[in-house]
Nanobody, 123 residues
Framework: VQLQASGGGLVQAGDSLRLSCAAS????????MGWFRQAPGKEREFIAS????????YYSDSLKGRFTISRDNAKNTVYLEMNNLKLEDTAVYYC?????????????????WGQGTQVTVSS
């Protein structure tokens, strides 16, 4: 199983950015796909999750409204659209896959992880 995250970069506050996570080697219909982030010195933080089959979505209360998760089943790819980026959004962003049938926002519930992509927001 491989998850390849991409799309990070250096942006200015207020900008938008879309991250992608290409998945291979798994049967996506049985997974939740999630996005997390981790800033220096902080714990890994849940952002959003989407069920491959049916497309149900779950969000962190603090980020819902600015961040949107979506998927393209044909491309086995999950996206994270981030709008109105703030300085505090600076972090390494990770995608992950959870084989469970039940949603979880805990990093420990996710079985596979991508390598992370850096997002840096400047003023």
């Amino acid at each position: 199983v491989q998850l390849q995250a991409s799309g990070g970069g250096l942006v200015q506050a207020g900008d938008s950015l879309r991250l992608s996570c290409a998945a291979s080697g798994l049967t996506p219909n049985y997974y939740f796909m999630g996005w997390f982030r981790q800033a220096p010195g902080k714990e890994r933080e849940f952002i959003a999750s989407i069920r491959w089959s049916g497309g149900g979505t779950y969000y962190s209360d603090s980020l819902k409204g600015r961040f949107t998760i979506s998927r393209d089943n044909a491309k086995n790819t999950v996206y994270l659209e981030m709008n109105n980026l703030k300085l505090e959004d600076t972090a390494v962003y990770y995608c992950a896959a959870d084989r469970s049938s039940y949603f979880s926002k805990l990093p420990t519930a996710y079985d596979y992880w991508g390598q992370g992509t850096q997002v840096t927001v400047s003023s």
